[in-house]
């Protein structure tokens, strides 16, 4: 689901061009965290390291706030 929810938000319609501003922002954060996730979870003879699940919740917060 993140990945096409994130294309979908890269690449906004709206005209609105502060929502077009946080639409693309939210949309590449979402395209990072897809691949941190294929990488967690597929990839298992890579490693994860602690700081990259620090900074993916430190995006997931991100994606948060700026969708208040």
Do not use: W
């Amino acid at each position: 689901m993140m990945r096409p929810a994130g294309h979908a938000l890269s690449t906004p319609t709206v005209s609105n061009s502060e929502l077009k501003i946080k639409s693309r922002q939210i949309g590449y954060i979402c395209r990072d965290l897809h691949a941190k996730r294929v990488l967690a979870d597929y990839r298992l003879a890579e490693s994860f390291a602690y700081q990259d699940a620090q900074q993916a919740m430190q995006q997931a917060k991100k994606i948060y706030e700026l969708a208040k």
